[in-house]
């Protein structure tokens, strides 16, 4: 029997592909579809559902694969998975792709510290 937060986590995931608008041709914009894959990540790990966030962020980056933010952002749930080489290598590629943003400045103290400076 499914608990009540895993009917409440798919039921958000349902509406939030329902609700990505679907072009003429009937192909969703990807960069909406994974706007919409991010919002969901953060409301599902808001809920309570960091694993479902997760599948959510990474399913995003694969469609926008350039998006800082959500690569932080996926760092985050990374580290409090203890996905720590993971983590570190989102916190990297936040680094890369938007070195002048608050995030880099913190995925960079980040990756300095333990545990994660340890790792390679």
Known sequence: ????????AAACAALILLAAPVS????????????????????????????????????GLAIQPDNA???????????????LIDAKGHYRKVIELAPQSAEAQQAKTKIAAPPLAALP
Request: hydrophobic fraction near 45%; aromatic fraction near 8%.
């Open 1 to 8: 029997m499914l608990s009540k937060r895993t009917k409440l």
């Open 24 to 59: 003429a041709e009937t192909k969703m914009d990807s960069h909406l579809f994974a706007r919409k894959l991010f919002q969901g990540a953060f409301t599902m790990n808001k809920l309570g559902n960091p694993v479902a966030a997760l599948m959510l962020y990474q399913d």
């Open 69 to 83: 933010r959500a690569h932080f952002d996926l760092a985050e749930l990374l580290v409090q998975a203890d996905e």
